[in-house]
């Protein structure tokens, strides 16, 4: 069976303060792999795709960039938080159509 | 740029009802995917319904797509309180990586 794990399940950091949010899916061989964001009551707007290993597309700009070290985990990251980066990572995973979603990584900037 | 859109932020319904979630968009697309997303969870998909079908049927659950006015609809029968959730219409375009565009959801509660 296939699973998806992210950490840390919440953060609360301070603007200007680094941050790096993992994301591990076990099972699937290969995966395209995603990161969401998602404002409190908002949509999902999807951030960073990866369809193999080391190779990261960028569809939105927000001062975030993403890696793929490994067939099976993404990494979200950033050197400096703002303030506007508040809200809910989401990572998934698809090999075709559907995408299979993580729990989530709430994130609190102040 | 494709833009998925649902057509009412939130719907109310008691638990047994009917209640239908609307959605539209622009451009061409191969499929239009329906997830819903229960309060601090990730979204699960329910229905996959592909650009040549007109309707798709999950259990209590039932998609339709009109790619001529480029809207679906999700209606969900006999509604129970564990319905209630965000539900959110997704679409694809015909590039690489399976990226989707998820409409702005609505916000369904079902009451006892």
Partial sequence: AQTIHQWPVAEIKAVGSPLSLGCTIKGKSSPNLYWYWQATGGTLQQLFYSITVGQVESVVQLNLSASRPKDDQFILSTEKLLLSHSGFYLCAWSLDEEQYFGPGTRLTVL | ?112
């Fill in chain 2, 1 to 112: 740029s494709q833009l998925a859109e649902e057509n009412s932020w939130a719907l109310s319904v008691h638990e047994g009802e009917s209640v239908t979630v609307n959605c539209s968009y622009k451009t061409s697309i191969t499929a239009l995917q329906w997830y819903r997303q229960k309060s601090g969870k990730g979204p699960a998909q329910l229905i996959l319904i592909r650009s040549n079908e007109r309707e798709k049927r999950n259990g209590r659950l039932r998609a339709t797509l009109d790619t001529s006015s480029q809207s679906s609809s999700l209606s969900i029968t006999a509604t129970r309180c564990e319905d209630t959730a965000v539900y959110f219409c997704a679409t694809d375009a015909h590039s690489a990586g399976n990226k989707l565009t998820f409409g702005i959801g609505t916000r369904v509660l079902v009451r006892p």
